[in-house]
Structures are given as structure tokens and as C-alpha cells.
């Protein structure tokens, strides 16, 4: 196996990107529990961002969500990421929270509400011009929740028609990332329910177009890392929305359900050459806990991806490459084992150290006073929550 | 098999509770659509619930969701009922909206939050007192979101703690049902996950606490009508909840996603004695659907129970016994699908009929005009929300 | 809603291809259990699927397997089928049988292994040359059981390799069909598990490729309509494998699950293009019954089959696309389960006796004898088997 | 956390039990590989269950599979056990490989089958009477794979009476150990499919009789932690089948697919008083891997159990207590993952050297020469096969 000084250089290359929204009030259908100093504003998620940063040196981007993260001067609002240490990402379409929307938004039967949905893109293409985001993702809620509902095969014509219109603004440098996912909001039908879906369409707009691989939105028992290898080898891996889940769309802290999955993935992502600096795959979290602290929680995720990044780097490729040529299963098997069940956290630690960061991140975040600063000085306004 | 005349007589005793709260606005966390004419209070509420059964004759009574449904004078409330032609009936308790009990209810570690949800449960024990109900209806959405969050063991003591204290307070005709639900809100553990759970403390509780059993609260692949069967075999079917769902807890039409798999449901019902007269099982529906109009998609679904009822009544009992005794796999399959296959619909309009109701409650539904007057009354105030 | 008659004409391109290889023995893993009268040739596999159509007129086609129906002679096994009223059809190769294929054919680690599977696939072609086929499927059950213990990535690329191999033997009149499984016999992962991962090498190969979706070889909760409507938008849905399961690849007679899955691909089928002289997608039965009597289970397979044809094409489309494009949730939905609970049983018998075949095609042959016959026949050599 | 030091203690309670049906030749439904050196008698499966336990002190008995295990002689099979340090353990009994069991064994339709089944488990229990082994473990392969085929409610009365008359001939010390199973080889209902079947039937019996929990037997997304914990609860954990599993019943090694769920597994065992000397729960494996080597598959799995056992024991109880009564989630959440990430590996190898044993059991296996000189020796004969 590798040791954890071989493979420390490579962890220099580790940038996860954190979503706004997730400093933000979120819930299930049942409850949103509201939480003490949760951000009024997009600054105020920008700095709380900015904090996972600072403790971790793990998270230098913050993507924005529009429009709920709707300002007027984004140069502004970009200058404001750079005081604090950070820069604006990836822009997030929106086209689920207008009552336009209830049947649909780039699927919709009506002509009206499909204008309106590509106008949506359109504007954050703009918006992106301004922060200089190189990603526009786009997740629909649309689909249906009872057969006959709506003509699912014309649907897919005019899915294909919107993004085609989408793709067609973006500059040279931009991308249209377009997710997928299994069911919800949508119950019997969802446009864009699986990778296949996702990649037929990105391949039908051209390279700039990619599919974005969310590890909650899939059916039980999915392989996630097979489609990781093959949307690598197909080119098309855009970018990860790093969550976990034992159940649907949980939305929990990454490698909380299954830290072996999560290590899987991982291998799978640099085994394809989507880690490291010659790779254009994006990496960020999408997880909208419910009951756990915001900014400990974005803490406890971008540690465990770290911690899977530094457990995935340690194997040993030629060995395995040698069990795996002889047809030696168990052999095999026990080499990416011995590699997962290495503890690095010490190391971790220590290098973290070297690089100036804390030991224990975690701690120091609690340390630090900033969980009774907010709550003390974001009295008044109304909280950003999901979907406000 | 049988003719739809010789079963006709068994329809008569077909009753199905209708929630309150399915007439509120409902909705996924991504958004709650709401819906013009929507209730603003309880009398509203139960006056669309009489308007199901109004059209339907099949919903005679209402369940009320405490404290969503409070009001000062419970024998106005019945009165109020009474005369829109229905009846109150089970009595739902919350312990999951308030923020108490982000981290549990009847489970919770704090004894003070324990005693809260109990003392619910009480208040909930006196209204049914007053409103003649005869079940309390307990759903928890306790449980945990992450491993180690809580002591999944000692909660399970926690909760037999409290409910004995409710079920203590029960009159000698009030029953305690305890409904499961597979995850969600909660998900990594749901304290109440399965039926043998419900069935373990209902059965240390004694005889009148009973399970409930709601369709869409199971695993993937999960055969309720199994655990129909085994219910009613062991004395502990208290009642239903009907709805549908294609993935998680969907909450869609009853029928809507498996028409097959509830008209196996109300088979082995009626073959184990959970329909007719002498049953004590309690059909309700429980779907809170989001994007079709509240009253019609009631309608829809009890007339959906009342078709598939029809179609299960209509196995031919000695036919099937006789095929299963000669180990006859396809003879016997092809009899409960010759059941299935049958089209009652019109034998339905025209029993319907004869009863002095339409022949088309769907249309008679929409012919009446109630949705537009709803609609241009119930301006101003606030709509009741699914939690409102 | 059309009339039966209205749609019958229709009913008439009907053409369901049944597998030799659902006539012999097969089982779980548990235990095979043999019947009388099993087949012990690739003849007598043929004689009893021209029984199938000699009473129902639907299966006029067997698909081979290949080294199981190997002859010396395909065009006297050709000349025995015409003779009983049916043609060879697909040819299905098998390179997981040999204990060579172990750890894989195609997607090997040895190239020696993925050599001989590619000259499998061009004896199969070659088999096709002479029996006329016009299709060649390749399942594999390549996959690996454990993390670790494959490349998964690079058997990608040998899966390309292999496959290319054999699509440039093809005449232009042939086809290669590329099915996808889940999971099983492999339980880790799978070298074609999703419609994704044949589509992509399907596109890649050329316009001779096309994707083989069997109803059986999905995740939990996926929705297959919608598979079959990507397809046939992308060109690339070549054939069905129907039957039905309700947890893992169970192999239970079409429609027996889940009659109303079958009425929705069916109806996408339809509205998709793919039923009808103009289409080439083929229908096939591909389910391996245990403890029902083989002859009568395909029987009534392609009897579900062509009765949820009936109920498909019976959908109002004008009226289905007048609900759906008013938005009109529960009016589209109602038009579409009108045509499902339609009983279209008995005028289907009358267009059989029209067609001057049998009423009841299970009555029928029920009383032929056949099953009798070939008990009493079919006595010493050894019995066909799922793998032999 | 606690020290390794601190618990190694407890280590030393662990005893797994081996099934001796794991050293012959299994596989799927497509295909069983032979391998070589498969044992052809119970003497040889025993000696290859011994030669486990000579590597890791950890299995030292032997589960037999009656009549896969029939021998004229058992005091004669126990000496030769013991004379290579193990001794036979539980019996179980097999009613799914005869074909008179196609359509059940104790709940068959007919009174024959069903006294042929109850005549089986007497012989069972009277061979346990000559093993003086403790445990009657029960499977059942009973169920209908379509519905209708059976009524599913009188089965459950037949079964119920067959456990009886099995109960009754039990010895005082002597226990019945009931195991569900989700599906398989049933497809459509299974008479014992889940925890609360089992419960409600064992419960019916009385205190000799108890669950088995099988690991792999669950629908999907199952929380099985919280079935432990339950039965422990409930009195009525009578002990595990071991293996892992991604899909369906793969029968992998045991922490192959999810260690992490292994690990929250035996967690439970522990908080709930199932492990150590005073606890009745019997620790098995039964998983009848296909591809890879038998006896180090099964040295890895018992190795996999310790691994595991050792992490869940470090788990500081007084600090996690601490957190989950303060509503900590992260830090209750990070102190049960601080246990699980604790890499247990060397000192486990040093614990092992101070018992004499080897520091790598599976490299002092591959040294040992024994799978050179049983695959050499064991030529001719008939190999054991997976229900042979």
C-alpha cells in the first residue's frame, strides 16, 4: 500500500464546493425545525460558507442558487466571497418553486410556462457571465405522479428543446450540467430520473454539456460507482452533489449511511482520472440536513470526503492490478480492504497542521465563537431557508 | 364465480373515514401548490369531507388531526357534522410539529418532552370522550437521522412507558391504534419502523390497542396483504390507512400506482374476516396528493376501494379452495384474476343508482358547482395546510 | 374510448416469440424441480412452442440458444419448425456456462477467455446465416461479486472491443441486441446493468445495435414505460424479454406482478411507434417458470400479453391528449384507466374464433392431450434444462 | 474510546459457528463452478471447518445440514470432530429439496406433505439428541409464487401446528430457532418472510423458541441494527446467520457489502446484552459464496466478524450516552464513527499471537499447504454440493 506520505502531495488538489442553501433552514414535508443564527441573506451564507473554509482549506467555492440568491451586483457580492476567502461557483436554476411550475417547467405542455423556464436559464447564463461561474446546473423537479398525467415521450422533445436553447447562450468556456434524478418531487414519473436519460441528452447537445451525478438520487441497490466509471470513460462527468442516504433523498452528511460506498466512489473517480488537477469534474456538496447544526455539519462532510480521498489514494494500484489479473478474488478484494480500513485521520490532522489549517477542525469550529456570534446577530429578518 | 347481484348486498356495509386534512393544501418540501377553495377551518373541512359522501355514500365520517382540527366546542363540531350528514370519527394525535420534538416525542431523551407528548395523547383521550370517537390514532415520526444519534434500545422502552400511560386512560370502548411507518421524516431509524414492532406493544398493551396499518408505509417489494393476513389472524388489524405510492411514502390516489396489489389487500381482508359487520377494522384514507384538486381526488379514491372491493368480493371462494387443494398453481391464479378482470363499473353506477346516488360521482361532483362556490366563499383567511 | 372493433385489425400484427429454452427444466438456486413430458431436443422444444401457437395464433416465431439447441443441422431444424406451423427466430448466445466464464466472457481479465467468446458470438452468427435469424442477443453475466475484485473500468473497454468484433460480422440485414441486467448471477457489480450502459455502446456500434429491455432486469420502483419511451425516441429499442417478477428477476408468467405495469409499457410501446408492421421491435417471452406446468404458463403469457395489447390500444388518445394538455390531472389519468379496467376477454375470444382459433386457448389445450401425450412419450434421455 | 487493552477481554468470548454446507460447491441459478478439493463426505466438510478454527481460534463448531449431513453414526461424527478441535453445533433442517416440498413443507395444502415435514424436524431433534446440540434451526422455502396459488392466512394455521408438534418433543435445554427470510426461493409470498412472523409464531411457542436473523433476509433499505435490538428486547434473539449482500440473499462474505452496517449490527448485540458469556445469541455464518476460494472465504468472514466485534466494543458508551441525552446529534453521531474508523487490524494480529495463533490467518493458511493436499487428495467421489 502507498504510504500517507506518498499521497499527500495529491490531497493539495482537493476543492469541494459547498452549496448556499445549505446554511439555510431546510426540513422534511412534516417540519422544518428552524435553527439560531441560520443566514437572512446570500452574504450571510457566503461568510458561514466561508468559515467551513477557513477551518478546513477544503471548501475555496460557494455555488449560488438563483433566485434565492438573487442580488443586485454580483461583482459586489463576488468581491464580498474574496474578502472572505472565497469565490461564487456553480449558478443553480431554479424552476420548482413557481406556481407556474406545478406540472412542469422545460417539460411543460404549455408553451407559456417553457419560455418561461429557458428565460429562467437564460438569466443565469447572464449571471454567470457577471460572477464568471464556469457551471449552470440544471435540476428539474418536473415529471408526473399519475400515469396519463402527461405525455412522457413528448416531454423528452420538449426537454430537448429548452436545454438546446440553453446550451446554445453559454460562452465557450461555460457548461450546461444537467442532473438526474430517481423520483421526488415527482411520483410516478421524473423527466431526467436516470444517468442514461442525462447523458443521451448531453450527448445530443455537445461537449459543453454534462451530466451532474447527485449520490442520492438513485434506485436501492444502484451501483454508483459503475455509472461513476462510466460517465468518465464516456467523457461526460461533470460534476459530483456529494450527500448521503439510507432511504430516498435523505440529504445527510456524505459518507454518514455508507463510508464504504463512499470510499468506492472515490476510486472510482481518480481510477478514471476525474481527481487531480488535469480533471474538469466538479465536486461539491448537496446535503440539506434537518436537525444537526449547519455550518458542523458542511464541517463533517467536506472531512469525510477528505478522509475517503486520502483512504481511495492509498491503494495500491499495481498489486491490485496483479490480484485482479489473476483472477485472485479474495486477494483482490482484501488489497482495496486493507486500504479502506486505514485510519488516517492522524495524518490528516498532521498535515492539515503543516498547511497552517487546525488539527481537528471540528473543534475548532466550536472553538471559535462564530455559532454565538450569528445566533446572537442575525435577530430580525427573515432566515434563508430552502427555497427562500 | 359470483355475479355481482349475489354480492351486492355485502357492498352495503362499506364505510371509508375520511381525513380531515387531505382537503388542506399539501405538498413535497420542494413546494406546497396551493389550491383555490381550500378549507380555512375545521367545519370547512368536514363540509368538503360530506360532499364526498355526499355524491359517494361511502364516507360517512371524518377524522380530525389534533391540535390541527382544536376547537372550543366539540358537540358543535359533531353537530356541525351531523348535519352535513356525517360523523366524527378517529382521533389523530401530533407530536411532530412542534419544535419539542425535532428529536423525538413519546421517545424523546428528555423526560419533560416524554411527558408533553403523553400528556397529548391525553388531550386527545378526553376529545374523543366528547366527540363519542373510538380510536386514538397514534403516528410518531420519532426516530433518527444518523447511527448513534440516540439509543434506538432504551427508546423502545421510552415508548412502551408512554403509551401504556395513554392506553390506561382509555375508556372500555376506546381502542389505541399504533400506526408504523418503513422511514420519514426520520432516516436512519424510525422508532415505530414495521408491523411487528406495532404488533409487540400492542400486544403487551393489551386488547384494545391494535395496529394500523397504512399502504404506503412499508419497503420495496413489502406483501401487505401478507401482513393482512397474519393481522387479522392474530386479532391486532385495527384499521388503514389507504393510499398509493410508487416509491417512498408517495401518499397518491388509492389504486392509483397498483390496482392489483389493492384488490389483493381487500381479498385477503374480506378472507380473513375484516369486512362486514362483524369486523372492527377501520378503513380510512390517508393521502395528502398535491396536484389534482382536493374533494375529486377523494371521490376518486373511494370509489377506487369501493370498485376493488367489489372486484375481491367477487372471487369465487370454493372454485379457488378447490384449485389450491389440488395444487393447481395456474388454475387457482387464473380464478382470483378472473375476479380482478372483471369490469364492475357499471354494475357499480347502477347499484349506486338504486341507493338514490349518481351513477357518476365524479361528475355528479362536478356538475354541482360546489368547486366554483368554495372557491368564490373561502377568500381571505388562512388556508389549511397539511400542518395547519 | 375506441371500440373492440374499432381496434382490432390492429391486433392482427401481433407476434409474440417464445424461447425454447422456457420449456425445459429450470428452478432456483434452492432446487430444480422436473416435470413430465420435458423436452429432451431442440425439437420437441419446438413442438411444444408450436403448440403455444397452434392454440393461440400469437407465437409464430422460437428464439434458439445457443450451445443449448446446437444441431448438426439448422435447416432441417428450420424445415421440422415450418412443418409445425413456426420459425426459428432469435439467435441467444451463452457464455456463462463454461467454466471458463467464471470471472467473465466478454469483459475477462484473460484475453484467451474473451477470444473464445468472441468466437462464440460469430458461431451464433454464422447459426444465423443459416437458420435466417435476424437477431443476435447477448446477455452476459459478467460482472464481479466484490469491490476490488475487477477493473471495472477497463472491462468497459473490452466490452467494446468484443462487441465491435462481432458487429462488423453482421450482415446488413442483422442486428445485435445488447440486454442489460441489474444485478445477478453478479452481485457486486455488472458489466451491462442499466439501458444506459447499453445504449451507450449500442450508439456506438452503429445503427445494427439496438438495446434489449427485459421487463424483469430493473432496480426496485423503476419506471419501465419510460425506458421504453427514451428508446424507441432514441431509435434504439430493439426487443422485449417479457415477463414479470415482483422482487429480483423472478421470472413469473407477463403480467402476473403487475398487470397495470404491463397495460403502461405497452401503451408507451403504441404511442412510441413500436407496435405495428412498421416497427421492427421484437416481442419475446423470456420468463423461467419452476412449479407451474411449462406449456400452459406461456400460453397464458402471450394471452397477457394480447390482452393488455387490447386494453392499450383501447386508450382515447384524443381525449387523453385534451386532458393533458388542459392540465387536467385526474381527467387524463380516468381516460387512460378506462381503457385498463376495460374487460376485453370475452370479444377477444369471439376475434380468436373469427380467426377460427380456439375461444379458450387454455381449455383448449387442456383437452388436446398434448400434456398426456408427451408425458407418456417423452420417457428416457435426459430432459432439457435450463443450461442444458 | 476505550484502549484495545481494555477490551480484549471480551474478546475472547467470540465463538462463530460454521455451516458445514459452506465448503461445497455453490452458485446461482445459472451456474454452480465446481472447485477443487471440495470436500465429498461431512468428515471432510468438518475438517475443513476445523482447519478454520486452527487459524483463528474463532469457529469452534460446526453447524450440520440434515440429510446433506446424514451420517450412520453421530457419536462417531462428534469424536471426529472433536479429535480436530471443534464440535457439532446446531442442526438444521432441510424440507425445500425433496419434490414433495414444490409447493410447501409445513404449510402444504396437503396433511401428507406437511406430516412428512414434521416427521423430518423429529428426526432432526432426535440426531440433536445424539450431537447434544442445542439448536433446531428452521428454514422454510414455503411459499406461492403467484397469488391465488394458496391461501396464504390458513398456511400460517399449518404452520403454526407443525412448529408446535416440533416444539413439543424438544428437551428442556433444547431450542427451536425459527429464521425468515424476505423472498426466495418464493417469488410471490413467503410464510415466514419477516422478523414479526417469526416473533408472533415463537412467541405462540414459548421460551425455547426463538429468531434467527440472517443478515441477508431483509427487504431493501431495512434497518436491521433495530431488529436486534428489538428481539433482544423482547427475550427472543436466538442467534444470526452471517453473510452480507448488495441485492437480494448474495450470501457474500460476511462485511463484504457494507461493513459499516456489520459494525452497527454487532454494536447492538453488545448495548443489548447479546454478547459475552452470559448471552444465549449463537453466531453463525451460512453464506455459500460461488467464485472464490472456500475455506479462505470463510477464514476472511470470521475475521471480518472479530474485526468488527473489536471496533463495536471500543465504542466509548459513557461519552455517547453523554451526547445523545445533551441532543448532540454530531457529536453522539462522531463518537460511534470514531470507534468505527479505528483501525483494530494490528493489534488484533498481536492478540491472535498471544494465543498462539497465527498473526495472518489467511497468509498461514496459503503457507499451510492444505488446499495443495485436499485438492490432490479428494479425487473422486462425488463432490458436496450445495444441496448435496
Redesign the interface.
Known sequence: MSSFDQIAPQLEHQAIELPSWAFGN??????V??QAGVPRNPEEKIADAAKVNEVTGLAPSVALHIPWDKVDDYDKLGRFAADHGVRLGTINSNT??D?DY??GSLTH??QRVRDKAVAHLYECIEIMNTTGSRDLKIWL?DG??????????QR??WLAEGLKKAYDKLAPQQRLILEYK????A????DV?????S??HC?ALGDQAKVCLDTGH??????I???V??L???GKLGSFDFNS????D?D??VG??????LF?ILY?VI??GGYGPDSEVAFMLDQC?????KI??QI?SVLNVS?MTARALLVDHDA??A???A?D??A??????DA????V?SDLADWRVSRGLPADP?AAYAESGYAEQIAAERIGGSQAG??A
Open positions: 431546510s426540513g422534511t414535508r412534516f417540519r425545525f428552524p420548482f418553486q406556481d406545478m406540472l405542455h404549455d423537479a408526473t405522479n399519475y400515469p396519463g398525467q402527461a405525455d412522457i415521450r423528452q422533445e430517481f423520483f421526488e418531487p411520483f410516478y414519473h421524473t430520473p436516470d444517468w442514461g436519460t447523458y443521451a450527448a438513485h434506485a436501492p441497490g444502484t451501483n460507482e459503475f455509472i466509471a462510466q468518465l470513460r464516456l442516504r439510507f432511504y430516498a435523505d445527510l452528511i454518514a449511511a455508507d463510508p464504504f460506498q468506492r472510482e481510477r478514471g440536513h434537518n436537525i444537526e447544526a458542523p455539519g463533517r478522509e491490485l492490478a490480484a485482479q489479473n483472477g478474488v479474495l483482490a478484494n482484501q488489497i482495496l480492504m479502506f480500513y486505514t485510519d485521520r471540528m430552502w427555497g
